[in-house]
């Protein structure tokens, strides 16, 4: 079975990523499920469980000053679901800092992050271009560049 490493960007606006070891030019990726503007617990072990990852990363999520409450209790739920959800799956998991993560991809500092994050996505992986279409998927592309981080750093 293939070694598969697992990139999570937390939210109900966020996404999940899948990497296969043996060929990292190719990525799967998915919005995070949600209902209801929360996050779906059911369907995201159903995704998880499908791809089987050895290992998954998590973006470590937290409030930001400029949050308000609603926001707060928002990111800090969906944070929580993906690592419940992992957790039940018994999927080793690892948090990682977006300044960490976003090191290692050649992003951190970047005027715009969310726009350098994207564009390197679709440098990465352009057989998969469709996916980082829209301005409007940097989630998805940082779900792709966590699990890149996650398959060049952990290894399992």
């Given amino acids: 079975m293939p ?7 937390p939210g109900t606006t966020g996404a999940l990523a899948f990497l296969d070891a ?14 209801n503007k929360q996050v779906e617990p059911c369907r995201l072990a159903e995704i998880i469980r499908k791809h089987g990852p050895a290992l ?4 470590q999520q937290g409030p930001k ?5 609603r926001q707060a209790f928002s990111i800090g739920g969906s944070f929580m679901a993906a ?4 957790a039940v799956l018994g999927v080793p998991t690892h948090l990682a800092t977006p300044a960490k993560w976003m090191q290692h991809a050649g992003i951190y500092g970047a005027a715009d992050p969310k726009e350098a994050g994207r564009a390197l996505a679709l440098r990465l992986w352009p057989a998969d271009a469709a996916t980082f279409r ?3 998927d940097h989630n998805r592309a940082d779900a792709a560049l966590i699990a890149r981080f996650a398959a060049e750093t952990l290894k399992g």
């Fill in 56 to 59: 998954a990363v998590v973006e």
């Fill in 65 to 69: 000053p400029t949050d308000g409450c």
């Fill in 22 to 35: 043996a060929d990292l030019s190719r990525v799967v990726v998915y919005d995070m499920p949600e209902a």
């Fill in 134 to 136: 829209r301005k409007s």
């Fill in 3 to 9: 070694l598969t490493f697992c990139g999570i960007d």
């Fill in 83 to 86: 690592r419940a959800v992992l």
